[in-house]
């Protein structure tokens, strides 16, 4: 994609910009039709009247198309330039444009473009194209302005590559606007409502200049930005490889972030309802059906949410939060601090906990000078002691497997629904998204329910509730009043550094992020643990029954087994119990290859002949399951594919190899989890058959152990 | 000002020198299709075609199983087409403007998807990988004509729609790396004359008759081409490479353009990646 570079001369001086339709530019700011343009977007009425037409001066077009991340650079450098020249002695005596003439021609010797940076004073005035009187003729087209104001709509809160939002287009209002697309995006970035920068860009999307490139859409940079060769822009241009199965996003691609203006009532409401000091908690829980604990935990987190609500309304009327999309400047924690501990039951930072934060700054302050020694021990510390600012906008609802945390999230989700408010609940994995689909339209059947997840029809829809994998995150910037993250500790969002960016900017600036988990990561504990992040804890399941602990027994490994085709007895005398009993049992081990091995052994020594083995290589495994949860099959032989989101209502888990490498603490807790979910049978039966008792076993013990005591003392058990 | 251009410079230095480094970092760590860990120092002996063991690119960006999943065309039953079962195509055309074709793997599932990987999506990392690819086509090829190389390499030009929506050209990409392990050099020399519509959703013999006008040479190489073989006192001998061969009627049209062009002084031979 290419695009065009222009210099402005408006009341408060030259400005340079970049623009993809630059016909629409000089209709807008020079055209008859320019104040016809208003009318058609009535939103954002004060700022309008300060940016559009009247006090344009002159402009100048750089004529010559540049590749688009070029013409976004172009118009930083100028900027930032006009802006150093302007605090020294005076912007000299060039013409505007002959410094941008010279700029471009400076940046393309940099690719190796032109051999000759200075090119020849008549080239230059032959590549200018002068905005002024003339232009009063200018206008945009009947059909740009409508397509404008359609695009306004579909792409509030997206954030998409030019080719997705061509094709999103396209798609909304028939063929026409193949050729006018471009247009239209050029005039909503005029109005304010969207923003247009390089896909792969430096720094804050060519905003500033300064910094390495890094993809847009997905956060990575480094070694996950090729440059190669472009016939679309002519230049080596950088494409990313780490979201590249989304669509390309490369240099010289467009990408559009669609402004989205909550309505006024989500945040000011609360603030009403905070002033009047009622506390609807306690009927919504009831409504819902929580029990004593997840209507505590519900709570907690509903507090939080009003108070972030609360706080983002407050920064918005203050005019902190900038429209443009760029990140506001963070608000000052010490503001709400006083407020925050008189409302929130939350734990708060402790003296021992201050004591480190000052120290913390003083170490910051003191490794200042700018050696790189000292910046790079600045950089370890800083990721040593996550800063409390960090987790200001999380909140942690850590709820042991079965607790029924879908539930908790119903009275967050009702009450921002009711104000008009946007919630996205997204989850690593995709079936537990599918599964979730239904639970949420019957729970809430007035809202409009878009899931999303790779091939999923409602791919452009945008409803009040938002239902997505993690990947799909990347299409929304700013989108969401509440975010509410399931499962944030499985694979693959846990550990990649993209799924959290796209996570972090799909929420409003400010806004609150609810994060849900039964073991959440280690950093996250600590962090709840001191308090720097808010958090609930439900240590019990919603039947109110303690977890089962896990029994830990010797064997010898899965592979003697399989070489010795025998299976230890005291394995199969649990197993044999088990189905006496009639529960299902789940056999994990940890190897896709040991799994039907496994199946196949036990099946020669069990009484039942119901043994299958499944993994996430199996064609078959949905089916299976299935057969699995009706009872057809009896003894599923598996790995940690099925670690989460299968519940099954009589179930016993037997984890072999439970020493082994692939399982960690979380992972045992959560294959443990799979046992005793459902109230007719509370009390399943989980051990961990290894050669070795590990640090894992005893911490996974420990940890469910502690739950079931901290349920005690609670007095939630029945 | 003079100091933010110093800043912008040594950034891009340091660009370089970050490239640079990466050249001589040692093979990926993950399979380049697949992504899964690749484990070092397996024996990977017999997995190559035709005895060929020097692919030392393809063996340290694959894993084995995908290495194992190569298709490669090791048994030729066309002598005109290189393909591996009995061919209509070569025997109902009597008269052929390109001499033979080779390809180096049957169009199956699974590189379909690698081409798709590399074509559509635009991982275009694979490039050099799928270029050593071809290389033992290449060297069967040479075989077959005796011994004897060729003066230079050229490709299939896509469209211009079609470049700027991709933003590269996957025949040019492999020529170029075909080239450079041949030590000959790339010449541009056809021009795509139209966009034609996606050639899967045509017949036999639309393809064929669309395809002879498709292409076109520009005079420049025209002249070039005779001057080379004015010079040399010979015909010309030019290696075309694309990424596929279906029905040849691309190889064919942009052979006939060459001939066309070069007043029959060259001699055209194919190299595809991949024989459907």
Redesign the interface.
């Given at each position: 994609m290419k695009g065009n570079v222009y210099l402005l001369l408006r009341q408060g001086g030259w400005e340079a910009r970049a623009t993809i339709a630059p016909e629409v530019d000089e209709a807008y700011w020079f055209g008859r039709t320019a104040a016809k343009q208003e009318e058609d977007c009535p939103s954002r009425q004060g700022r309008r009247e300060e940016s559009c037409g009247g006090d344009a001066v002159e402009a100048w077009l750089y004529k010559e198309e540049l590749p688009w991340g070029q013409a976004c650079l172009a118009a930083d450098?100028w900027n930032?330039?006009q802006r150093?020249?302007a605090g020294r002695a005076g912007p000299g005596r060039q013409h505007p444009f002959q410094r941008l003439a010279r700029l471009v021609a400076?940046l393309q010797e940099?690719d190796g473009r032109r051999q000759s940076p200075g090119i020849a004073r008549e080239a230059r005035q032959q590549l200018a194209c002068r905005w002024g009187e003339r232009s009063r003729g200018a206008a945009v087209s009947e059909e740009t302005a409508g397509l404008a104001q359609l695009a306004a709509g579909l792409l509030q809160g997206r954030a998409l590559l030019g080719c997705e939002a061509r094709d999103l287009l396209v798609g909304a209002a028939g063929p026409g606007a193949g050729s006018s697309w471009s247009g239209a995006l050029q005039l909503l970035s005029l109005l304010g409502q969207a923003r247009l920068a390089g896909a792969v860009a430096a720094g804050d999307g060519g905003r500033r200049a300064a910094g390495?490139l890094r993809c847009r859409r997905c956060g990575s940079g480094g070694?996950c930005l090729?440059?190669?060769?472009?016939?679309?822009c002519g230049r080596m241009?950088a494409?990313c490889?780490a979201c590249?199965?989304m669509g390309?996003s490369?240099e010289c691609e467009l990408f559009v972030t669609g402004v989205y203006t909550p309505s006024d009532a989500v945040g000011k409401l609360f603030c009403d309802q905070a002033r009047m000091g009622r506390s609807h908690n306690i009927s919504t829980g009831k409504a819902w059906g929580l029990s004593p604990a997840q209507e505590a935990a519900a709570a907690q987190a509903l507090h939080f949410i009003e108070l972030k609500l609360q706080q983002r309304s407050v920064m918005d009327a203050s005019g902190v939060v900038s429209t443009n999309g760029e990140q506001p400047q963070p608000c000052p924690d010490r503001d709400f601090s006083h407020d925050q501990q008189q409302t929130v039951p939350v734990r708060h930072l402790g003296q021992d906990q201050l004591l480190k934060t000052s120290t913390r700054s003083s170490l910051k302050q003191h490794l200042q000078p700018h050696s790189l020694i000292s910046r790079f021990t600045q950089k370890l510390f800083s990721s040593l002691l996550p800063n409390r600012e960090e987790w200001a906008h999380y909140f942690l609802l850590w709820a042991v497997t079965g607790a029924g945390k879908t539930e908790m999230i119903f009275p967050l989700v009702e009450t921002v629904l009711a104000r008009g408010g946007r919630v996205l609940i997204a989850s690593p994995r995709r079936d537990v998204v599918i599964e979730l689909d239904p639970r949420l339209r019957k729970a809430f059947p007035e809202a409009s329910v878009v899931t999303l997840y790779g091939g999923s029809e409602q791919r452009w829809e945008r409803g009040s509730i938002t239902l997505s994998t993690t990947h799909q995150l990347f299409r929304f910037h700013q989108a969401f009043d509440l975010v509410v993250i399931d499962e944030l500790d499985a694979f693959p969002y846990h550990g990649d550094p993209m799924l959290h960016y796209a996570a972090g900017k799909c929420g409003l600036p400010g806004g609150p992020t609810v994060l849900l988990s039964a073991t959440p990561p280690r950093e996250m504990q600590a962090a709840a643990k001191s308090g720097r992040l808010a958090h609930a804890r439900v240590p019990v399941r919603f039947h109110r029954h303690p977890l089962p602990v896990p029994r830990l027994v010797a064997s010898p490994p899965v592979a003697v087994m399989l070489a010795g085709r025998k299976a230890p007895p005291v394995l199969l005398k649990a197993l044999r119990e088990s189905i006496q009993r009639g529960a299902q049992c789940f056999v994990f081990v940890q190897r896709i290859s040991q799994t039907e091995g496994m199946a196949a052994l036990l099946a020669k020594a069990l009484p039942c002949r119901h043994v299958a083995a499944t993994s996430s290589q199996d064609p078959e495994r949905a089916e299976k399951v299935k057969r699995f949860r009706a009872c057809d099959i009896r003894v599923l032989v598996t790995t940690t594919i099925l670690e989460r989101g299968v519940t099954i209502p009589r179930s016993d888990v037997y984890i072999l190899d439970a020493d082994g490498r692939l399982f960690d603490e979380a992972s045992l807790v959560q294959m443990a989890g799979r046992a005793g979910r459902s109230a007719d049978d509370p009390f399943g039966r989980v051990a961990f058959f290894a050669k070795e008792r590990n640090e894992s076993q005893l911490r996974a013990v420990r940890h469910i152990a502690g739950m079931n005591k901290a349920a005690r003392r609670q007095g939630y058990l029945r | 000002?003079n100091s933010?251009?110093i800043q912008?410079?040594s950034?891009?230095a340091r660009g370089l020198l970050h490239?640079s480094m990466?050249l001589l970092a040692p093979a990926p760590a993950e399979c380049l299709v697949c992504s899964k860990p690749k484990r070092a120092g397996r024996n990977r002996d017999g997995l190559l075609p035709y005895g060929y063991p020097e692919l030392p690119l393809l063996a340290a960006s694959l894993c084995s199983s995908c290495l194992k999943a190569i298709p490669w065309m090791r048994r030729i039953v066309c002598p005109v087409c290189g393909r591996g079962v009995h061919c209509d195509d070569c025997s109902r055309r009597s008269e052929r403007a390109f001499m033979i074709n080779r390809s180096a793997v049957a169009y199956n599932p699974a590189m379909r998807e690698w081409l798709a990987l590399y074509k559509y999506?635009?991982?275009?990392?694979l490039a050099p990988m799928l270029g050593e690819m071809l290389l033992p086509a290449c060297w069967l090829l040479m075989r077959q004509m005796g011994g004897k190389g060729w003066d230079f390499v050229t490709y299939v030009p896509i469209s211009e729609e079609r470049?700027?929506?991709?933003?590269?050209?996957q025949a040019e990409e492999i020529a170029g790396h075909i080239a450079g392990k041949l030590g000959l050099k790339v010449v541009r020399t056809l021009k795509r004359t139209r966009h034609a519509g996606k050639m899967s959703f045509k017949t036999r013999r639309e393809r064929i008759s669309e395809a002879k006008t498709l292409f076109k040479m520009d005079e420049q190489s025209s002249r070039y081409i005779r001057q080379m073989a004015m010079e040399r006192g010979r015909e010309i001998r030019i290696l075309l490479v694309d990424d596929i061969y279906t029905t040849g009627s691309t190889a064919e049209a942009c052979a006939y353009a060459i001939q066309e062009g070069s007043g029959g002084a060259a001699a055209i031979y194919v190299a595809t990646w991949a024989r459907s």
């Amino acid at each position: 994609m290419k695009g065009n570079v222009y210099l402005l001369l408006r009341q408060g001086g030259w400005e340079a910009r970049a623009t993809i339709a630059p016909e629409v530019d000089e209709a807008y700011w020079f055209g008859r039709t320019a104040a016809k343009q208003e009318e058609d977007c009535p939103s954002r009425q004060g700022r309008r009247e300060e940016s559009c037409g009247g006090d344009a001066v002159e402009a100048w077009l750089y004529k010559e198309e540049l590749p688009w991340g070029q013409a976004c650079l172009a118009a930083d450098l100028w900027n930032s330039q006009q802006r150093g020249a302007a605090g020294r002695a005076g912007p000299g005596r060039q013409h505007p444009f002959q410094r941008l003439a010279r700029l471009v021609a400076e940046l393309q010797e940099l690719d190796g473009r032109r051999q000759s940076p200075g090119i020849a004073r008549e080239a230059r005035q032959q590549l200018a194209c002068r905005w002024g009187e003339r232009s009063r003729g200018a206008a945009v087209s009947e059909e740009t302005a409508g397509l404008a104001q359609l695009a306004a709509g579909l792409l509030q809160g997206r954030a998409l590559l030019g080719c997705e939002a061509r094709d999103l287009l396209v798609g909304a209002a028939g063929p026409g606007a193949g050729s006018s697309w471009s247009g239209a995006l050029q005039l909503l970035s005029l109005l304010g409502q969207a923003r247009l920068a390089g896909a792969v860009a430096a720094g804050d999307g060519g905003r500033r200049a300064a910094g390495e490139l890094r993809c847009r859409r997905c956060g990575s940079g480094g070694v996950c930005l090729r440059r190669t060769r472009c016939y679309a822009c002519g230049r080596m241009c950088a494409y990313c490889e780490a979201c590249l199965m989304m669509g390309r996003s490369r240099e010289c691609e467009l990408f559009v972030t669609g402004v989205y203006t909550p309505s006024d009532a989500v945040g000011k409401l609360f603030c009403d309802q905070a002033r009047m000091g009622r506390s609807h908690n306690i009927s919504t829980g009831k409504a819902w059906g929580l029990s004593p604990a997840q209507e505590a935990a519900a709570a907690q987190a509903l507090h939080f949410i009003e108070l972030k609500l609360q706080q983002r309304s407050v920064m918005d009327a203050s005019g902190v939060v900038s429209t443009n999309g760029e990140q506001p400047q963070p608000c000052p924690d010490r503001d709400f601090s006083h407020d925050q501990q008189q409302t929130v039951p939350v734990r708060h930072l402790g003296q021992d906990q201050l004591l480190k934060t000052s120290t913390r700054s003083s170490l910051k302050q003191h490794l200042q000078p700018h050696s790189l020694i000292s910046r790079f021990t600045q950089k370890l510390f800083s990721s040593l002691l996550p800063n409390r600012e960090e987790w200001a906008h999380y909140f942690l609802l850590w709820a042991v497997t079965g607790a029924g945390k879908t539930e908790m999230i119903f009275p967050l989700v009702e009450t921002v629904l009711a104000r008009g408010g946007r919630v996205l609940i997204a989850s690593p994995r995709r079936d537990v998204v599918i599964e979730l689909d239904p639970r949420l339209r019957k729970a809430f059947p007035e809202a409009s329910v878009v899931t999303l997840y790779g091939g999923s029809e409602q791919r452009w829809e945008r409803g009040s509730i938002t239902l997505s994998t993690t990947h799909q995150l990347f299409r929304f910037h700013q989108a969401f009043d509440l975010v509410v993250i399931d499962e944030l500790d499985a694979f693959p969002y846990h550990g990649d550094p993209m799924l959290h960016y796209a996570a972090g900017k799909c929420g409003l600036p400010g806004g609150p992020t609810v994060l849900l988990s039964a073991t959440p990561p280690r950093e996250m504990q600590a962090a709840a643990k001191s308090g720097r992040l808010a958090h609930a804890r439900v240590p019990v399941r919603f039947h109110r029954h303690p977890l089962p602990v896990p029994r830990l027994v010797a064997s010898p490994p899965v592979a003697v087994m399989l070489a010795g085709r025998k299976a230890p007895p005291v394995l199969l005398k649990a197993l044999r119990e088990s189905i006496q009993r009639g529960a299902q049992c789940f056999v994990f081990v940890q190897r896709i290859s040991q799994t039907e091995g496994m199946a196949a052994l036990l099946a020669k020594a069990l009484p039942c002949r119901h043994v299958a083995a499944t993994s996430s290589q199996d064609p078959e495994r949905a089916e299976k399951v299935k057969r699995f949860r009706a009872c057809d099959i009896r003894v599923l032989v598996t790995t940690t594919i099925l670690e989460r989101g299968v519940t099954i209502p009589r179930s016993d888990v037997y984890i072999l190899d439970a020493d082994g490498r692939l399982f960690d603490e979380a992972s045992l807790v959560q294959m443990a989890g799979r046992a005793g979910r459902s109230a007719d049978d509370p009390f399943g039966r989980v051990a961990f058959f290894a050669k070795e008792r590990n640090e894992s076993q005893l911490r996974a013990v420990r940890h469910i152990a502690g739950m079931n005591k901290a349920a005690r003392r609670q007095g939630y058990l029945r | 000002m003079n100091s933010g251009w110093i800043q912008l410079a040594s950034r891009l230095a340091r660009g370089l020198l970050h490239k640079s480094m990466e050249l001589l970092a040692p093979a990926p760590a993950e399979c380049l299709v697949c992504s899964k860990p690749k484990r070092a120092g397996r024996n990977r002996d017999g997995l190559l075609p035709y005895g060929y063991p020097e692919l030392p690119l393809l063996a340290a960006s694959l894993c084995s199983s995908c290495l194992k999943a190569i298709p490669w065309m090791r048994r030729i039953v066309c002598p005109v087409c290189g393909r591996g079962v009995h061919c209509d195509d070569c025997s109902r055309r009597s008269e052929r403007a390109f001499m033979i074709n080779r390809s180096a793997v049957a169009y199956n599932p699974a590189m379909r998807e690698w081409l798709a990987l590399y074509k559509y999506r635009g991982q275009e990392r694979l490039a050099p990988m799928l270029g050593e690819m071809l290389l033992p086509a290449c060297w069967l090829l040479m075989r077959q004509m005796g011994g004897k190389g060729w003066d230079f390499v050229t490709y299939v030009p896509i469209s211009e729609e079609r470049a700027m929506e991709r933003g590269f050209n996957q025949a040019e990409e492999i020529a170029g790396h075909i080239a450079g392990k041949l030590g000959l050099k790339v010449v541009r020399t056809l021009k795509r004359t139209r966009h034609a519509g996606k050639m899967s959703f045509k017949t036999r013999r639309e393809r064929i008759s669309e395809a002879k006008t498709l292409f076109k040479m520009d005079e420049q190489s025209s002249r070039y081409i005779r001057q080379m073989a004015m010079e040399r006192g010979r015909e010309i001998r030019i290696l075309l490479v694309d990424d596929i061969y279906t029905t040849g009627s691309t190889a064919e049209a942009c052979a006939y353009a060459i001939q066309e062009g070069s007043g029959g002084a060259a001699a055209i031979y194919v190299a595809t990646w991949a024989r459907s």
